[in-house]
């Protein structure tokens, strides 16, 4: 299995972002798909996941803002970031738990003026 994040940038406080998380290979059901985030020197931040039976879970910090969601066709996960804050800065990373635990390289999401 291979996880490849896009879609990650400099975008100014107020604006908003689509995260996309390509995968290949096959899951093992029942599996989590999440989006984590890090920043440096601290632990790495589950900010959302989608279970395979389509249950969604957010942090405290993005509920309201970030919305997970998958396509099952195109194998891909999402993560639509709006009203983003200079707090969300971070390296956000893909992540799929079956078996095994599966990450991505992770996007870097910059939130500045």
């Known amino acids: 299995v291979q996880l490849v994040e896009s879609g990650g940038g400099l975008v100014r406080p107020g604006g908003s972002l689509r995260l996309s998380c390509a995968a290949s290979?096959?899951?093992?059901?029942?599996?989590?798909m999440a989006w984590y985030r890090q920043l440096p020197g601290q632990q790495r931040e589950c900010v959302a996941y989608?279970?395979?039976?389509?249950?969604?879970a957010y942090a405290a910090s993005v509920k309201g803002r970030f919305t997970i969601s998958r396509d099952n066709a195109k194998n891909r996960l999402y993560l639509q970031m709006n009203n983003l804050e200079p707090e969300d800065t971070a390296v956000y990373y893909c992540?799929?738990?079956?078996?095994?635990?599966?990450w991505g390289q992770g996007t870097q999401v910059t939130v500045s003026s």
């Open positions: 989608m279970t395979s039976g389509g249950r969604t």
């Open positions: 992540s799929v738990k079956d078996e095994n635990d599966y």
């Open positions: 290979g096959s899951f093992f059901s029942p599996y989590t």
